[in-house]
Structures are given as structure tokens and as C-alpha cells.
């Protein structure tokens, strides 16, 4: 049951364009979303999160959109740079007692073409 | 302020062999999750362990357990090893803060079961 879902494998993106990554999730418990970005021989590294009662976070480059209705939420980059290729996760957890467990798409090899 | 830091990087086991993987948080972080991450998939959450209990578990099957110690890092064993343990095992700090917290990565060690 693949509860976070990121349906494109790969993209590639000319420097200085837009590179928008997107993310579908299932379960409607989920009420904050993150971006991890992750370099090979390292471990995800934070980027930008999402509270539900948010539509839209900035940070710098870094803009995440959430649609609520549509389950479904992207991360923006502008302007891209070479330093942005590596592979980037969704991820989402519930608001509940407990383990604050964060739920992981397959992720996206961002390629950022000079 | 130091990072999460795993040991060892990379390990080789045979099936049936037992494994400790170790973690230490980053400073300030009483929370720390375990996840398994299998080739071209997303991270998967194991377990989490606040304040040297267990916290909330994901689906993983009893031979994997581990321990938070009073200076909250950590040991993830995994016992009677599987071909499909291979994998890499991230380790992941937080502080426990309301009802969210974004989680702090290590580098990973690389498990490799023959």
C-alpha cells in the first residue's frame, strides 16, 4: 500500500528553468508534508515542509504547494542550479499521539543540465 | 553542533548472522527513528525510540529491535539475517516538540547480507 506516491523517476531541467517535482498521497490523515534531498553516500538532508493548514511555503528557491482536495503536492525550485541535481523524497506524517513516523514516495532523480 | 553520525559505513553479513548498527543523534535531539531504505525505493520507517522507549513501529517483524540509550543514541539489531535485509539503514534524530518535528538524517550504513 503505497501511501505517498511520486510517480516520475527521473527529470531533467536546463539551468536557471523551473524544476517542479510532484508528490501524491492516499491517506487523509496526513497533515504535514516535507522534501528531503538526497546525494549519493549521504542521508536525506531537510529542505521544506508543509503544515495542511498551509496551501504554500517559501524558502528562498525552494516553494512547496499543497492541494488539499487533490491529495497532492509539488516543490518548485527557481532557479535551478547544477548543485540541485540528486534525488528528492516526499514524505508525510500524521498528527497523532505516538511516533511521529514520516511516510516516503519511491523519490526523483533531478538532473540539472548545464 | 554535531550531526547524526552511524557506524559502521558499510557492512557484509551472511544469512543467519546477527547485526548492531549504531547512532548517535545530533545534540539537543531526545527522538530518534530507524528506517530501511531498499534500492530504488523510499526510506521505510522501523521504529522510533523517545526517552530509551520504544515509540511507535512500522512493519518489521520482531527480529528487529533496538535500544535508546540515557545519552539518546542508539543500536538498531537485526537478528537471524535475511537476503533481504540488504539494504541501507538511515538513522534519523529529532526533538519532540508538539505535534511536529522535522527529522535530522545520518549517512547511512550500507548492509549488505550474502
Known amino acids: 500500500d503505497q501511501q505517498v506516491k511520486q510517480n516520475s523517476p527521473s527529470l531533467s531541467v536546463q539551468e536557471g528553468r523551473i524544476s517542479i517535482l510532484n508528490c501524491d498521497y492516499t491517506n487523509s490523515m496526513f497533515d504535514y508534508f516535507l522534501w528531503y534531498k538526497k546525494y549519493p553516500a549521504e542521508g536525506p538532508t531537510f529542505l521544506i515542509s508543509?503544515?495542511?493548514?498551509?496551501d504554500k511555503n517559501e524558502d528562498g528557491r525552494f516553494t512547496v504547494f499543497l492541494n488539499k482536495s487533490a491529495k497532492h503536492l509539488s516543490l518548485h525550485i527557481v532557479p535551478s542550479q547544477p548543485g540541485d541535481s540528486a534525488v528528492y523524497f516526499c514524505a508525510a506524517s500524521a498528527n497523532r499521539q505516538g511516533a511521529q513516523k514520516l511516510v516516503f514516495g519511491q523519490g526523483t532523480r533531478l538532473t540539472i543540465n548545464p | 553542533e554535531t550531526g547524526v553520525t552511524q557506524s559502521p559505513t558499510h557492512l557484509i553479513k551472511t544469512r543467519g548472522q546477527q547485526v548492531t548498527l549504531r547512532c548517535s543523534s545530533q545534540?539537543?535531539?531526545?527522538?530518534v527513528s530507524w528506517y530501511q531504505q531498499a534500492l530504488g525505493q523510499g526510506p521505510q520507517f522501523i521504529f522510533q525510540y523517545y526517552r530509551e522507549e520504544e515509540n511507535g513501529r512500522g512493519n518489521f517483524p520482531p527480529r528487529f529491535s533496538g535500544l535508546q540509550f540515557p545519552n539518546y543514541s542508539s543500536e538498531l539489531n537485526v537478528n537471524a539475517l535475511e537476503l533481504d535485509d540488504s539494504a541501507l539503514y538511515l538513522c534519523a534524530s529529532s526533538f519532540r516538540r508538539g505535534s511536529y518535528n522535522e527529522q535530522f538524517f545520518g549517512p547511512g550504513t550500507r548492509l549488505t547480507v550474502l
Open positions: 508543509i503544515s495542511s493548514i498551509k
Open positions: 545534540s539537543g535531539h531526545n527522538t
